[in-house]
Each structure stands twice: as structure tokens, then as C-alpha cells.
């Protein structure tokens, strides 16, 4: 926190942090925000352990199965770490939008990086809507109130209006 007042007391016009995994929450700080964790926005399998072979054998005997039985479930176990749950594969594009050099508008669009998605799209980023768009907002909203910040909710979009 102290690190993003500093920068914006110094003339940045916005401080942007991701990339841990965790959405925690924007701030609008002297009207210039402050995006404390937007999340990750791409995450790829380690493909050094994806292709190799011996990795998978030693794998699936560690689990009790098959390489050639693997579930999806178990292909992500292999390739994410243990705490890279479904939280570390939701995130959100932040727009601002300025009218003569201040900040009015900032428009939150939920991306999914598609933890139940088949292999091949896992960790890609795709506009999230329905269930998981309206789960970002919601995480999302619930940790900028903290900084004072109101998101209002509108379809599948977050918007913060400032100095309204």
C-alpha cells in the first residue's frame, strides 16, 4: 500500500499490481487508482513437465493410475501447484476512462482462465460471464470496500464512477 501511495504521490496516474493469483481490491487514491491485485491474467502448464514423459509415468504411478487413465482433474493436479485452486484462474481487465486528464470511469471486465476448461484452453483468458463473471465482481467488490471503493455490478461488468 505504501509502495502504490508513494508512486501516485510522485506522478503516476495509476498503479498496477498482478499476477499473484488473488484479486485484492482497488483503491482510488487522490483520484487515481490503485489496483492492488488484478489477478493473473494468462497461466500456461509448466511445458518443460507437460512433455516429458517420465514425468507423467512417475506421476500417474504417484496418484495410482494410468498415464493413459489420467482425468482432467488429475492432468491439473500434475501441472498446477496444490494452491492454485480456482480463485488463481479468475481475474479481471480494468478500463479507465478519462475526461481531460481526470479519471471518471474505471469499467472491470472478468476474465476466466478456464480451471474446468479442457486442457488445452486452461489458463487462457476468456471474457468470464454468468457464474463466474458475477463470482469476480463479487470478490472483487467485497475486497475495494475495504479502500472505500463502491463497484457497482451491471450485467456482467463492474464499474466504479468517480467523484459522482
Given amino acids: ?43 500456461h502448464p509448466f511445458f518443460q513437465e507437460v512433455f516429458n514423459p517420465e514425468y507423467w509415468e512417475r506421476a500417474a504411478r504417484n496418484r495410482g493410475a494410468d498415464v493413459e487413465n489420467l482425468t482432467r482433474a488429475q492432468v491439473q493436479a500434475l501441472n498446477y501447484p496444490a494452491n492454485h485452486d480456482r480463485e488463481y484462474f479468475e481475474s479481471v481487465v480494468a478500463v479507465s476512462h478519462y475526461n481531460e486528464g481526470v479519471l471518471e470511469e474505471i469499467r472491470l471486465y472478468p476474465v476466466d482462465l478456464k480451471f474446468d476448461g479442457p486442457f488445452v484452453d486452461i489458463g487462457t483468458p476468456h471474457l468470464a460471464s454468468g457464474e463466474v463473471a458475477q463470482r469476480v465482481l463479487q470478490t472483487l467488490r467485497d475486497a475495494s470496500a475495504a479502500f472505500g471503493t463502491e463497484i457497482r455490478i451491471s450485467d456482467d461488468v463492474g464499474i466504479i464512477e468517480i467523484g459522482r
Fill in 1 to 43: 500500500m505504501e509502495l502504490a501511495r508513494t508512486a501516485v504521490d510522485n506522478g503516476a496516474d495509476a498503479f498496477f499490481s498482478h499476477g499473484e493469483g488473488e484479486l485484492r481490491g482497488i483503491e482510488i487514491y487522490n483520484g487515481k487508482p490503485i489496483f492492488y491485485q488484478l489477478g493473473n491474467f494468462n497461466r
